[in-house]
């Protein structure tokens, strides 16, 4: 079946840290992979998207490359901001199909303190 | 704004009781997903329709149903209430469920069963 797993939080940072928040998935046939974002209080927001192997997503700093070989989508930022502070969620979306679904990871809260 | 509009954005109700929550997606939209976001269980696939039809279930309980309007809004009816229900309920859309087409969120329904 399909499934995402990411590192488990809370990370805690300081501002203009260095960003790796993990994903792993893992998939039959090729799924598109995304980064949702969620600040306190507010629904889930796409970040960014890759939908073939070797594709880098980027957006707002952030950036994540589709790695086939290791079935992998991990999320960087070079410099984070406090105002990155929020819940971020590694997805993957079945081919249309095996249902066209959204399948999140768990989540991983990520606190950057000034 | 993600063009998702969700109502009611609160509820509490009492355990036993039956609540609809509605769900009207961004406009072209004609898919629609429903999740549930709770502390222990993460971000749970409930159900998405297409169109007017069921695509694709998932985790979603016997007293739980949703059905997806000629006008492409769409409801979740949750019945005979339990504690555990509590939880962020969203809704999103998408054009359709193919596999790079994005999805958008709402804001959720924060359901409070006491």
């Known amino acids: 079946g399909n499934s995402v797993t990411q590192m488990e939080g809370p990370v805690t940072l300081s501002e203009e840290a260095f960003l790796t928040i993990n994903c792993t998935y893992t998939a039959t046939g090729y799924p598109s992979l995304f980064w949702y974002v969620q600040y306190p209080g507010e629904g889930l927001q796409l970040l960014l998207k890759a939908t073939k192997a070797d594709d880098k997503g980027s957006n707002k700093g952030f950036e994540a490359t589709y790695r086939k070989e290791t079935t992998s989508f991990h999320l960087e930022k070079g410099s984070v901001q406090v105002s990155d502070s929020a819940v971020y969620f590694c997805?993957?979306?079945?081919?249309?199909?095996?249902?066209?679904?959204?399948?999140f990871g768990q989540g991983t809260e990520l606190s950057v303190k000034p | 704004d993600s063009g998702v509009t969700q109502t009611p954005k609160h509820l509490i109700t009492a355990t036993g009781q039956r609540v609809t929550l509605r769900c009207s997606p961004r406009s072209g939209d004609l898919s629609v997903y429903w999740y549930q976001q709770s502390l222990d269980q993460g971000l749970q696939f409930l159900i998405q329709y297409y169109n007017g039809e069921e695509r694709a279930k998932g985790n979603i309980l016997e007293r739980f149903s949703a059905q997806q309007f000629p006008d492409l809004h769409s409801e979740l009816n949750l019945s005979s209430l339990e504690l555990g229900d509590s939880a962020l309920y969203f809704c999103?859309?998408?054009?359709?469920?193919?596999?790079?087409?994005?999805?958008?969120f709402g804001q959720g329904t924060r359901l409070t069963v006491v």
């Open positions: 997805a993957l979306r079945a081919p249309s199909n095996q249902g066209g679904k959204l399948i």
């Open positions: 999103a859309s998408s054009v359709a469920p193919g596999v790079n087409t994005e999805a958008f």
